[in-house]
């Protein structure tokens, strides 16, 4: 079983930048993927960046490309996401997930994640 805690998250500025953190505990594996999905009330949850795990490869949404990195620590098992030139858009819970294979489609197949954290808030005020 993997645990996944989410910090970070709080309220800022457009135009700000805030840092995502993602601590990952228990059976945690060097291969796989694992990413940073959001969810704006009243609309599904997205991907947002995500990570494999044995090669770093990563994918960005269009919508973040740019703007957003996701980075892991491998020794501290902790993924990263670093949010620059925030929007109101941009608001919604984030969430860190994990999975033991990647997805064909690490984006946008939100359901194959196995491991969820719990969320943290990020507000972008226009």
């Known amino acids: 079983q993997v645990q996944l805690v989410e910090s970070g998250g709080g309220s800022v500025q457009a135009g700000g930048s805030l840092r995502l953190s993602c601590a990952a505990s228990?059976?945690?594996?060097?291969?796989?993927?694992m990413g940073w999905f959001r969810q704006a009330p009243g609309k599904e949850r997205e991907g947002v960046a995500v990570?494999?795990?044995?090669?770093?490869?990563?994918y960005y949404s269009d919508s973040v490309k740019g703007r957003f990195t996701i980075s892991l620590d491998s020794a501290k098992i902790t993924l990263y996401l670093q949010m620059n030139s925030l929007k109101s858009e941009d608001t919604a819970m984030y969430y860190c997930?994990?999975?033991?294979?990647?997805?064909?489609?690490?984006?946008?197949?939100?359901?194959?994640?196995?491991?969820w954290g719990q969320g943290t808030q990020v507000t972008v005020a226009s």
């Open positions: 997930a994990a999975a033991h294979l990647c997805p064909g489609r690490p984006l946008e197949q939100v359901s194959w994640y196995r491991y």
């Open positions: 990570i494999w795990l044995g090669d770093s490869i990563t």
């Open positions: 228990g059976a945690t594996y060097s291969r796989g993927c």
